[in-house]
């Protein structure tokens, strides 16, 4: 009986060959010190039932070991002890893996995708192209349009020049080269960590956002460090565009502050960066977010487990009511279908009016093909 189900093993799967970029990958993020990456791995949990359904997660690290003895239906009890829970605290498990794999397993038991065994509220969702790198201003112009010409209706360009005024003289470049045909999203990054790059104080972040703020952005995101939670809300109140962050943040309950501050007009979780969301961390974080009238754009990360980050954070924002997008690490030739849902016969892909649908096979909603790409059960527990 499906109700009496246990976890009998998890296996982590690896790529033998690493996916290889097509050129040498430094993210506005690591300007200018940090190193070049040249290709993705991957890592996932696969983990059996005693019923033979099969469930994914990405592997973050957390141990497969918190899943001895559980019913894969107990998700919100995992969740509660190892993760966002009053009890779980800033726990360290980076469980949220597990808890999207348990997800898949519920999904394929009740041969339902999950947003539908949720309730689900919509059946697609529009997504923005994440952009990464710094460029020129003549190859970001050509970038946007590119992007515009492929169909999405928003892009995100990211900050983190030596001198901000030439980031805000892209974004005006861009915007004048593009007029109003695209939603203009920026990055300032600015929660990250250098040696030599010059963080910006908050009078620059004052200034810089004030001048994007004239360009008709969308929102800025991250231009202070997300403990500066009183710079953010001056910030926030000073401008009409969104002021958006919160992708490192742990825990849902460590946003409570910024709700309460007025820090972010947009809440950013991702659903495994910080290792302790999960699809229940995602919609709880997003209930909480629409009680004080705020919104919830996902992080997502790019690289080789995008594939599945992106189709679980899709299943629990097809369920929330105040998501207007989703974030799509999309910047070729370097971030791309072929490097980033390698595991996929069908590509998760953007239809005319700049949406995806929202993956419908049973559980998590795709079909992971192991044949596409090399892998090899780098552990196993019998739990």
Request: proline residues 6%; hydrophobic residues 45%; negative net charge.
């Given at each position: 009986m499906v109700h009496l189900m246990k976890i009998k093993r998890v296996e982590i799967l690896t790529n033998k060959e690493p996916i290889r970029l097509t050129e040498p990958w430094r993210p506005a993020w690591r300007e200018p010190d940090g190193v070049h990456t040249t290709d993705f791995t991957l890592s996932l949990y696969k983990v059996y039932t005693d019923q033979g359904i099969i469930g994914y997660g990405p592997n973050l690290g957390g141990d497969p070991k918190l899943l001895r003895g559980l019913n894969p239906f107990y998700i919100r009890k995992f969740w509660h002890n190892h993760m966002g829970g009053k009890r779980a605290g800033d726990s360290g498990k980076r469980a949220a893996g597990l808890e999207i794999a348990l997800w898949d397993i519920v999904g394929k038991a009740a041969r339902q995708p999950v947003h539908q065994l949720l309730g689900a509220s919509c059946q697609k969702i529009p997504v923005y192209a994440a952009t990464s790198r710094l460029l020129?201003?003549?190859?970001?112009?050509?970038?946007?349009?590119?992007?515009?010409?492929?169909?999405?209706?928003?892009?995100?360009?990211?900050?983190?020049?030596?001198?901000?005024?030439?980031?805000?003289?892209?974004?005006?470049?861009?915007?004048?080269?593009?007029?109003?045909?695209?939603?203009?999203?920026?990055?300032?990054?600015?929660?990250?960590?250098?040696?030599?790059?010059?963080?910006?104080?908050?009078?620059?972040?004052?200034?810089?956002?004030?001048?994007?703020?004239?360009?008709?952005?969308?929102?800025?995101?991250?231009?202070?460090?997300?403990?500066?939670?009183?710079?953010?809300?001056?910030?926030?109140?000073?401008?009409?565009?969104?002021?958006?962050?919160?992708?490192?943040?742990?825990?849902?309950?460590?946003?409570?502050?910024?709700?309460?501050?007025?820090?972010?007009?947009?809440?950013?979780?991702?659903?495994?960066?910080?290792?302790?969301?999960?699809?229940?961390?995602?919609?709880?974080?997003?209930?909480?977010?629409?009680?004080?009238?705020?919104?919830?754009?996902?992080?997502?990360?790019?690289?080789?487990?995008?594939?599945?980050?992106?189709?679980?954070?899709?299943?629990?924002?097809?369920?929330?009511?105040?998501?207007?997008?989703?974030?799509?690490?999309?910047?070729?030739?370097?971030?791309t279908p072929d490097t980033m849902q390698t595991l996929l016969a069908e590509p998760i892909w953007i239809d005319n009016d700049g949406s995806v649908e929202v993956p419908n096979k049973p559980g998590i909603g795709i079909e992971i093909d192991e044949d596409r790409l090399a892998l090899e059960v780098s552990l196993a527990w019998e739990i």
């Open positions: 020129e201003i003549s190859q970001h112009i050509e970038q946007v349009k590119t992007l515009i010409n492929f169909g999405f209706k928003a892009v995100k360009l990211r900050l983190h020049r030596p001198d901000p005024w030439a980031d805000v003289a892209v974004i005006e470049a861009v915007r004048s080269a593009v007029g109003d045909t695209v939603e203009i999203l920026v990055d300032a990054n600015q929660n990250n960590s250098s040696e030599v790059y010059n963080f910006w104080s908050r009078q620059t972040a004052q200034q810089v956002a004030r001048e994007l703020d004239l360009l008709n952005v969308y929102f800025l995101e991250e231009p202070l460090p997300r403990n500066d939670v009183e710079g953010l809300a001056e910030i926030s109140a000073s401008v009409d565009m969104f002021i958006a962050g919160g992708e490192h943040t742990p825990v849902v309950a460590d946003f409570k502050s910024h709700i309460l501050a007025g820090s972010y007009d947009i809440l950013q979780p991702d659903i495994t960066l910080a290792g302790n969301f999960g699809i229940t961390g995602l919609r709880e974080i997003s209930s909480v977010a629409d009680f004080f009238g705020k919104l919830v754009i996902p992080h997502v990360t790019g690289n080789g487990n995008f594939f599945i980050t992106l189709a679980a954070t899709l299943q629990a924002m097809a369920t929330v009511d105040n998501c207007p997008m989703v974030e799509f690490p999309y910047d070729p030739p370097i971030l």
